[in-house]
């Protein structure tokens, strides 16, 4: 790792990139010639990302290079290293080498070189992966080969790999996501007879919800039992890139490794169902068949790298984990919060709209799905 004062964080000379860019080229004899700066959009944490690229001069010619830059500053998230958000949780995980033992078929975007300012602010300087597909959805089998990949990734902690233990890494959190909701779970009733959340509490959804809620802790003491697992814990279209290797055999890129840490079997799939149906897949009359792909295409990774146990706990775990923190902790937390922020609002002004690209009607077919997964967890509960 670099240190490098303040002031020198403001600017990057041709040296240092000459450094970089000989190691993203693989060839010692390149030098930079010239180079553009671009901002990229940087997700959710709120750290700055920029490309770098430009022309190298070569021994075989001019080629072309690119690198991504990702910065990190404690005002960027969380500053106690067990929250959700911890600011340098990206950083320390590329310094771990974690990411070293990673599967031929999933991969991580290589780090070529750690800065850290005297202001604690730290660059990672990352190979560029190119640009994410802008598409609404993929076709359904490419997310079963994202889930297969992994299963291949979560399976080597399951059959060999010691669990990592850092402090900085996330642990399972559903308990923690359902006393967030306790105190509005009271609230839903009353909110349905609201017209703004009429529209998102149809039929008998409430009720449902507080079914689980009712049997949530026979649910989390059999989910506690589960095997854990490293995991990205963020694993949805928008962090992933699917591309061939060269040998043309398909490989999951995963970007932002920001949220990574321990989750329980199965836990890696709630966030690729859940959260692409939320901010990316916009078909409601699939849901079925997403779920169903991406379970088969995850058990078959499992199953390729050795795990031989019992595919039922896989289900339980994510249907039971999608259930709590999806279809009960989410409209427990979220509805009573904007419900108080319209409340709040003056004459005239906008209601706050939630953050979903489908708009309620998606929003309702994908509690109604959730509310069955609880179901069918239920009932996988009195089996296993």
């Not at 030098?31 to 750290?47: K, M, N, Q, R």
């Not at 902690?157 to 010691?162: E, V």
């Not at 359902?178 to 007879?193: D, S």
């Not at 009960?328 to 509805?335: F, G, I």
Request: overall charge negative; aromatic content about 8%.
């Amino acid at each position: 790792m670099i240190n490098v004062d303040s002031a020198e964080a403001q600017t990057i000379d041709r040296t240092t990139l000459t450094s970089l860019v000989r190691q993203a080229l693989h060839d010692d004899t390149a030098t930079v010639v010239d180079w553009i700066v671009e901002p990229l959009a940087g997700g959710f944490s709120g750290s700055a990302v920029y490309r770098f690229q430009g022309q190298a001069q070569t021994t075989q010619g001019r080629r072309s290079w690119s690198l991504v830059r990702k910065d990190f500053t404690p005002a960027n998230g969380g500053l106690a290293p067990t929250a959700y958000d911890y600011w340098k949780r990206d950083v320390l995980l590329y310094q771990s080498g974690l990411l070293d033992t990673l599967p031929e078929t999933l991969v991580a975007p290589r780090c070529f070189r750690i800065d850290e300012a005297l202001d604690q602010t730290c660059w990672l300087w990352l190979e560029d992966m190119g640009v994410q597909e802008q598409s609404l959805q993929w076709p359904l089998e490419r997310y079963g080969i994202a889930a297969r990949h992994l299963g291949h990734f979560n399976g080597a902690y399951l059959t060999g790999h010691p669990l990592p233990s850092y402090p900085w890494l996330r642990q399972p959190d559903v308990r923690a996501r359902l006393h967030l909701a306790e105190a509005g779970i009271g609230e839903l009733p009353v909110l349905r007879t609201n017209p703004h959340f009429t529209p998102l509490l149809p039929d008998d959804h409430v009720e449902r919800i507080q079914r689980l809620w009712t049997v949530r802790e026979g649910l989390l003491a059999r989910l506690d039992q589960l095997p854990q697992t490293f995991c990205h814990r963020d694993a949805f279209q928008r962090n992933l890139l699917v591309r061939q290797d060269d040998n043309g055999t398909p490989q999951t890129v995963a970007l932002d490794w920001g949220s990574c840490g321990l989750g329980m079997l199965g836990e890696e799939l709630v966030p690729l169902f859940a959260a692409t149906l939320k901010f990316v897949f916009a078909d409601a009359t699939r849901l079925a068949e997403l779920d169903q792909t991406i379970f088969a295409g995850y058990v078959a990774g499992l199953r390729d790298v050795g795990w031989a146990g019992d595919e039922r706990l896989v289900r339980f775990g994510f249907t039971g984990l999608t259930a709590l923190k999806d279809a009960v902790a989410d409209p427990a937390t979220k509805l009573p919060h904007v419900a108080r922020r319209i409340a709040a609002l003056s004459p005239g002004e906008e209601p706050p709209r939630l953050l979903n690209p489908g708009g309620p009607a998606l929003l309702v077919a994908v509690q109604e799905y959730t509310l069955g997964m609880g179901e069918e967890a239920c009932g996988l509960l009195a089996q296993l």
